[in-house]
């Protein structure tokens, strides 16, 4: 087995951005707070926002351009496409969960628990638990398609 260089180095990476948001504005990089702040924070509030969203954007163009440079397909489009009313209803159910947690994965679970908060250890064991559950349904023929 090798080592996966490269999901050791986004995760490097992902954790760094979180201390640098945290050591210079003082914020949570949590991605829901932050684009939902995007449009309804105070003017004075909202480049950082939209500075850190568009480094998630660029980021994801990149790899897939890399991947395309490559002759490598990217790797989501390899799977069957779900049908539309899965997708749809895959988004409102994180939607529902991120308002109901109080926030999403990366808050809770790249923030929170390296600021040893209980209620994100809460959170992350609920969302542990429900993406073991999801993937064992989906791949033992309990699946929804």
């Given amino acids: 087995m090798t080592l996966p260089w490269a999901a050791i180095a986004g995760g490097g990476l992902i954790g760094a951005s979180a201390v640098l948001l945290l050591a210079t504005l003082g914020r949570v990089a949590g991605i829901s707070g932050i684009a939902a702040g995007a449009a309804a924070a105070p003017r004075g509030d909202r480049g950082w926002r939209w500075a850190f969203l568009l480094g998630l954007m660029s980021a994801a163009a990149a790899v897939l351009s890399w991947q395309a440079g490559a002759g490598q397909p990217p790797r989501a ?4 496409a779900l049908p539309a009313w899965q997708l749809i209803a895959a988004g409102v159910l994180v939607g529902l969960g991120t308002r109901l947690g ?3 994965t990366s808050g809770h679970g790249v923030c929170g628990l390296a600021r040893g908060s209980r209620r994100s250890l809460v959170a992350v064991l609920v969302f542990m ?13 309990g699946g929804l398609a």
């Fill in 77 to 80: 489009l390899l799977r069957d």
């Fill in 102 to 104: 109080n926030g999403c």
């Fill in 129 to 141: 638990a429900c993406a073991m559950l999801t993937t064992f349904l989906l791949r033992h023929g």
